[in-house]
């Protein structure tokens, strides 16, 4: 996960609930990935660290345990730029200006200059995140799809040139997760300035559930609505699903304004995001733990990514 600001919401469902559990039955390696947030925040470089630094601090808060995962920074473990190299001149130019992705973001971020050597060539850096750890599964989202056939293509084209299967093929573990949008009803970004941050505090949720995009329709108190077409509706259904029939019909039938529903759902929001915050202010305080932890994470990982790396050596030269 690239470090470029806080933590919301959308971070907690799309990914850190799913990665939590995935701690169950596999060994996890979670990067802080600071090299990849420098390719488009290079002119921002001095923030990555305390990003990084806040953003483990809300893996750890939403269940992410340093004790059997490893968490680290990627620019603590130089073997992945290594890597990077090394797949870099036998990718083919055409895989990467292909990239769906790659155009698509070209077009939307404008603030800053993208055309760069870097950008062009993140997914090679991507592919040595995994074939480093030589990961037999990746938890992605399916927009990430192409992404990680890329990665099958480069590690195929790597064993076929080399003549040794050095890397296997790595496969997705897709999750079906709730889309949550912002408070706009655009997707939830930071840069859109419409989320609900996982570190906001009780009275900013409140705020800022109570300012949610409702129903156009619904004008009056009086006026039934259509929660169907509500984004507060939707976070009903993820936040308090037990209580989503009852505001269903509080809103069909017009039996409370938008302004309860949204406090009454802000309430729920706030439950859940109780313990993240406890147990994220206590992290606050101890950041040199957090420090420690990084650097264990990054031992543990150098020893798997050394290891990969003294083959690839043998096998290119
Ligand atoms: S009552 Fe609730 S669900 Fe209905 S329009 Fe208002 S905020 Fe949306």
Redesign the pocket.
Known sequence: MRPTGKLHLGHLLGALKNWAALQANYQCVFSVADWHALMSEYENSKELRGYGINMVIDWIACGIDPDRAIIYLQSDVVEHLELQMFLSCLTPLGWLERNPTYKEQLREITSRDLQTYAFLGYPVLQAADILLYKADAVPIGEDQLPHLELCREIARRFNSIYKKEVFSDCKAILTETPRLLGLDNRKMSKSYGNTINLSDSEIEVEKKVVSMI??PK?LRKTDP?H?DK?N??SYYQVFASSQAPE?HQ??SKAL???VD??KNLAVHINKELSPIREKRAGLEKDKDTIEDILKQGAQKARLIAQKTMSEVREVVY
């Open positions: 409702t129903d619904r609505g929660p509500c507060v509706y505001a509080w809103c409370k304004g938008c529903c949204k």
